[in-house]
Structure formats: structure tokens, C-alpha cells
């Protein structure tokens, strides 16, 4: 069983930057992969970013591609999201997700875990 807690989430002005962190309980943490998430109000669900359980491996949504960073700390169970360069679109509440297999998955439905989320705003 994993616990996990976002924060970092925040009001921005666009162009601004925020960096989500995502804290992970369990000893099994640097065996998971980690996703984030984010839904908009009115919108499904979607993928924003992956990480291997190493760190090697990346993926990002191309709406993010560029902007967003994603990395991990295995010693602090930890997962991070810096997001730079943001934009209205971005305002959502984001969800940081672990997922047991070691496939770097884009869909929610493979993750095990799921933090309650923080939201981001992004005003104009």
C-alpha cells in the first residue's frame, strides 16, 4: 500500500512557474512508476507526465512537452513536477499517481495509487 500527498499547487499569474511535490509512504516507493495527472473542471481526467521507477525513463503529454519536468528522489519518496512557462490551460487540480509495473503508463486506469490532488491556477 502506497500514501500519497501532493502539494506545491498554488495561484500563478501565466508565464509564471510552479514546482509540485508528491510524498510517498511505503518502503516499495522506488520499485513504482509515478504519473501525473490533472482534470479541469468540465474535462476528463488526463495524463501529464510519467517517470520509471530509476528515474530513466520520461514521458510527457505534448501539451506539457518543453514546459514540465518531471524527476524523483528515491531517498525522499518523492516526485516532483516543475512545471515552468504556464499557461490558463494548465489550471486544473493534479493528481500524482504510483503505478506497480514497471511500464511508464499514460493511462489512469494502470495506476494503483492516487494522492487527493492540488490544485493549479493559472490566471491571464
Known sequence: QV???ESGGGLVQAGGSLRLSCAASGRRFSSYAMGW???APGKDREFVSAISWSGGRTKYADSVK??????R???KNT???QMNSLKPEDTAVYYCAADRNFAVATMDG????WGQGTQVTVSS
Open 3 to 5: 500514501q500519497l500527498v
Open 37 to 39: 495527472f490533472r482534470q
Open 66 to 71: 518543453g514546459r514540465f519536468t518531471i524527476s
Open 73 to 75: 528522489d528515491n531517498v
Open 79 to 81: 516526485v516532483y513536477l
Open 110 to 113: 494502470e495506476y494503483d495509487f
